[in-house]
């Protein structure tokens, strides 16, 4: 360090340039540092490693919340830990019973689908991530996560808690991870109703506990403990994760648009583990991605490399499909809506809120 | 380096990152929001009474690691850095005349200018909250000041 500091003992005088002269080209050099941080490439190779070089220090910093956690953990009374064992128990059980006929259902509805198996579950594979740090402001919802590329974790993975959908990966370095959580006031994330259908986009508020759907039409079919889950759209999250309860609908006549607000399902600013998630391929639940939406006029063949792993076959002609036909190869047919952690300001998404399913179905399929 | 007779770097370098380390320290919200920019006060204190120690630099270097460890643009925090470093050295000797109190009212103004940066940049690069306590951190740092002086006045001897 300090390199710089050279030993003339007046400012401006001496040897060397001044320092009027130095603070000009350190400050053009953050001010370059800036464009291009901006606008991505070579710096995000750079920042992997820095985030790595800095992750020792997130450690340090966290340590103290973290010896304090562990500590209470570790002189938990036995009552308390009896009580959270009963609570567990208790959950245990409910969700089992929610579970139970989950075999038969899928079975169900793999009949009227018309297919001939049971999809697999769209999630493929998960990871559990400790949270190390939590940044919950008004300007930045974020989460440092002990995750990241060497486990594989990718820009823009999707990230689950077990109450459902907590934010998207952000920025990665080799051990950790930047999560932005669906309540960063950058973040927008295309979302459904599962019960009417509707398709909209929640946007983050800057608080932890507060959604906003901005963009659905007065006469929109949204209600008040309304559940809201991810879309499929917008080529990240699958579709049918869980995200929020709609807990505000206003209406105001002189108003084009309602004003909808809801509160998140995982408890963003207090989990302290969350999944990684990775969706299988060509599942018809799994995100659209960009390729696919990119295809302009369907090709006969079994579409993309990364293909179908379900046990139904594509259709060899996913234009011609039938209606209930399932074709693993096409995703989502809808147009991506934006893709989350750039801020732009999204068109309201107004499809005909009737089908919550996400697999391609005549009408909306690409035209031949 | 080798004219450096008896310029506190090793102070500059740690104290920095001790600066760094407060600011980022996880702590109760209600704190957080008071909270001023420790970093930036390290640097304005080194900048009055060590200029030649850390110089632009060391600065640079601080708010770039700040950015980082933040995850903010890069160079956000590095550009506020070197802007208060520079206007606290280019004042250095009138500043040095004067009582830890009286140095207030100049750290309140850098401090104002460091937060007036470090916003316009994020509203450049897209982050427009609203926070207005972020305009309460600099009466908080120009409070702090002469305590902060006190304490890093002891890490090196004064000439």
Redesign the interface.
Known sequence: ?????????R?GGGRGPS??V??FC??I??????F???SGGW?DTA?YG??A??YP??L???S??AAWRWLQESFATREALQKEVDTLRNQLRDQQLITMRQAALQTENATLRGLNGVLPEVIEKRLVGEVI???V????Q?LLVNRGGNSGVYRSQPVITGEGVIGQV??IGPFSS?IILITD??HALPVQVLRSGVRTIALGT?RSTALELPYVPQNYDVKVGDVLVTSGLGQVFPYGLPVARVTRVERDPAQPLAQIHAVPLAHVDSDREVLFIWERPGHPAAPATAEALAVTPPKTEATQPAAPKPKPKPATKPAAAKPADINPGTPGPEAASPATPN?EKPVPETPPPAAPDPGPSTTEAPAT | MNMSRGEPRWAVSFTLLLGLIIQVLPLPDWITVVRPSFMALVVVYWSIYAPHAGGIFAPFLAGLALDVFKGNVLGQNALAAITVAYIAMSLHQRLRNQTLVQQSLFVFAVLTLNEFIVWGIEGWSGHSAPAPWRWIQPMVGAMLWPFVALLLGRTHSRS
């Not at chain 1, 360090?1 to 003992?9: L, N, P, Q, T």
């Not at chain 1, 402001?137 to 930045?140: E, H, K, P, Y």
């Open positions: 360090m300090a390199v710089f500091g050279s030993g003339s003992s400012i320092f009027g130095r603070f350190y400050a050099l953050s001010v370059v540092l800036m291009y941080d901006r710096l920042r820095l985030q070089a800095v220090l997130q340090a910093v966290n103290p919340s740090n939590v940044e402001s008004a300007l930045r974020r952000f920025r930047e006031a950058e800057g801020p």
